[in-house]
């Protein structure tokens, strides 16, 4: 099988398209290309992977798709479908990374270097949700709760990155920072500044985002097999 198959070719063709669509603010070419690239992500990780399909990152493509078809219908209520999606795909993701981390290495000094990152996440995340000043309560409450998952992935993906720096961990690392990204340009672009600008940044880490995350998920299936070889 070929290193590049035709997916791979054809996500990032797809996603080089929306992205383009984004900028020229060109709905038609928006509707060609953005439908092509989870398909295409999802065929090249099952390609890579030779039928050891992770059933868990499955349901997490298929959150992402429910998320396209609701942003692509207008069906959500001030982001919250979307941002309940995203936190059950964060939570699988912490569920693999907590499986990753070494309890060898964890000691008081680690301890508290996990405390240091979750708290300045969290921070980032508390600065980006006190934007949202025209939400109702609940609303808020249900963003305070995806800032709280997603500090806690960031967490534990930086942790693991730190303690053993491989390519798997670092796949991981790099999808995390593509999340953090997203949500940052999505609530600056939503509830504060209406900035073209702001939603391509947006568009760009959210493809970064499917990209690297199979690329975890293939590195993953890898190391697995080595192990169950072994």
Request: charge should be neutral.
């Amino acid at each position: 099988m070929s290193k590049n198959p035709l997916s791979y070719i054809l996500f990032f063709v797809a996603s080089f398209l929306a992205i383009l669509a984004v900028i020229m603010q060109n709905e038609t070419l928006l509707l060609i290309a953005k439908p092509i690239v989870l398909p295409a992500i999802s065929f090249y990780y099952f390609q890579m992977v030779k039928g050891k399909i992770n059933w868990l990152f499955v349901l997490v493509l298929s959150f992402n798709f429910l998320s396209d078809i609701i942003v692509s219908f207008n069906l959500h209520y001030e982001g919250i479908p979307t941002a309940i999606l995203n936190m059950l795909s964060y939570m699988i993701f912490i569920y693999f990374s907590v499986k990753e981390m070494s309890l060898r290495k964890i000691s008081i000094s680690s301890f508290l270097y996990f405390l240091l990152i979750f708290l300045s996440c969290f921070i980032l995340m508390r600065t980006v949700l006190s934007l949202l000043i025209t939400v109702d309560s609940m609303v808020f409450y249900v963003y305070i709760a995806y800032g709280v998952i997603l500090s806690l992935l960031t967490t534990v993906i930086v942790s693991n990155y730190i303690n053993n720096q491989n390519i798997r961990f670092y796949y991981a690392l790099v999808m995390c920072i593509c999340f953090l990204v997203v949500d940052v340009f999505y609530a600056i672009y939503t509830f504060y500044v209406d900035l073209e600008i702001f939603m391509i940044f947006n568009q760009m880490a959210l493809y970064g985002s499917l990209y690297y995350m199979t690329m975890y998920m293939i590195s993953k299936s890898i190391s697995e097999e080595k192990i169950l070889e072994e």
